[in-house]
């Protein structure tokens, strides 16, 4: 049985959301505090950014919980609530959505490293990413989005956690650096490799975020097409973060530089579209009207 | 082993991120009494240079960057203990205090200048992420730095990087201290606005700009 949201991706692209972090920011979350905490401490400001997204016309959002992972709340002392944490992240998007739109349970990388260059092994992540899609999962997400992945090993390690404790669709996003030899993680994966290797751990779509500008996200997507059947996802940054003489940071590509680049992203190949840093819904509603008009 | 059939295999055991054998070619040197100063300048440090390079050209990513820093730490452990012995200062680039600023806990970026920076030669003070800005400026007086090098990830918080300038010129300390700063958010033009001495975009550009700042100093 084919899901409702891969089911929809068939007929026309879908939009997912933007940012979320600097959206909680600018409702006050200070510095230095885990977004994550919010969902518990101030439900309403989450519920109202994933409500925002909605309204401008998001097919799909993604739950405020991008460092939920045991090891990463680990660095806020909050990692025995990641169960709680992951669970309340998925009921206030899932209270947001007015019927027929789908929650995405958001899952960031660890910030550790895989053996040898770092302290984990495989087993170590995918214990963390089993214990956070479980609450995900539990909190009633529609699919798991693990995104921003740098390292192709934690990203599989990732997808074998989520596995191991729900039988909901996997996307996999990864972060991919425009270098003159072309496309590569951090760690010197191809978007090609990455993708093979995640559609045969059974991810149920692949694609890239972060990093890459508007502009340059259409020529990553077509990297990712050759290599694999699966539905791509494109969740481009607004160019760079520039910071203004009174501390306050934007980015450099305005609204409509940005989604001038829509089209050709959706041309390349992408089947599910969305924002990443320096996006907001003002970001989503011009895409929707965008992507409504391209056929997928 | 001569000196010229050593240099070659301490370069070759650092492109290749081989430890053991970096250490074990350090242990060589020490035991044949050669000058070790001429070992970690003409054996050694052409390695870490060739991985820079190799690093700009796409061939080698960050696990190739961290085994390679890896070995260079290994040959260290063998070679600085003996010139300490000999009264001989191992570290000629200097000291440098490195961090992830306060509030922010994203350490991938700055573990990696300050592996890089030590390979390179000089001696790295890590106080870790999410450092208080006060403790940069105590710990760099403390220990006599010339530099500080500060990392931060967030948009929300490389605005403490601007911070410490202000801190250090209100404790009168500017013109003692070189600042670097690097993370994903900020950029040469962000170095200039805020009055930084310096900006790298990556651990190996990072480390030519500390040598560059090191010798103009």
Known sequence: ?296 | MTESELYPRMSEAIVAGDRAAAAALARDAVRQGLDLLEVVDKGYVPGIQKVGVLWEQGEYFLPELISSAEAMKAAMAVIDPELTKRNLGSRPGGRVVIGTVEGDIHDIGKNLVASMLQAGGFDVHDLGADVKLERFIDKAEEVGAGMICLSALLTTTMTNQRRLIGMLRDRGLRGKYKVLVGGAPASRKWAEEIGADGYAENAVAAVKLAKSLAAGA
């Not at chain 1, 940005?258 to 390349?268: F, L």
Request: aromatic share 6%.
């Open chain 1, 1 to 296: 049985m084919t899901h409702p949201l891969l089911e929809l991706a068939e007929r026309r692209t879908v939009l997912l959301d933007g940012a979320m972090g600097t959206m909680l920011m600018a409702r006050g979350l200070a510095v230095g505090m885990a977004p994550e905490i919010w969902n518990v401490e101030r439900p309403d400001l989450v519920r109202e950014v994933h409500a925002a997204y909605f309204a401008a016309g998001a097919d799909v959002v993604s739950t405020n919980s991008f460092g939920g992972t045991p090891l990463k709340l680990a660095a806020h002392g909050l990692e025995g609530r990641a169960y709680e944490l992951n669970h309340a992240a998925a009921r206030l998007a899932r209270e947001a959505a007015p019927p027929g739109r789908f929650v995405a349970g958001s899952v960031g990388p660890t910030g550790k490293f895989l053996r040898p260059h770092g302290p984990c092994s495989e087993q170590d992540l995918e214990a963390a990413f089993a214990d956070q899609v479980r609450g995900l999962a539990a909190g009633g997400v529609d699919l798991v989005l693990i995104e921003t992945q740098y390292d192709l090993r934690e990203a599989l390690a990732a997808v074998r956690g989520a596995r191991s404790v729900a039988s909901l669709p996997i996307f996999v996003t990864m972060t991919f650096n425009d270098t003159p030899r072309g496309f590569f993680t951090l760690m010197g994966d191809t978007p090609a490799r990455a993708a093979g290797e995640l559609e045969r751990a059974g991810a149920a779509a692949f694609g890239a975020n972060c990093t890459l500008a508007a502009d340059r996200m259409a020529a990553c997507v077509r990297a990712c097409r050759g290599a694999i059947g699966l539905p791509l996802v494109a969740q481009a940054n607004a160019g760079r973060p520039v910071a203004g003489e009174d501390g306050r940071v934007t980015y450099s590509q305005t609204l409509e530089d940005y989604v001038r680049h829509v089209p050709d992203i959706v041309r390349a190949g992408a089947s599910f579209v969305g924002g990443c840093c320096g996006t907001d819904p003002s970001f989503i509603r011009a895409m929707a009207g965008i992507v409504g008009k391209e056929a997928p």
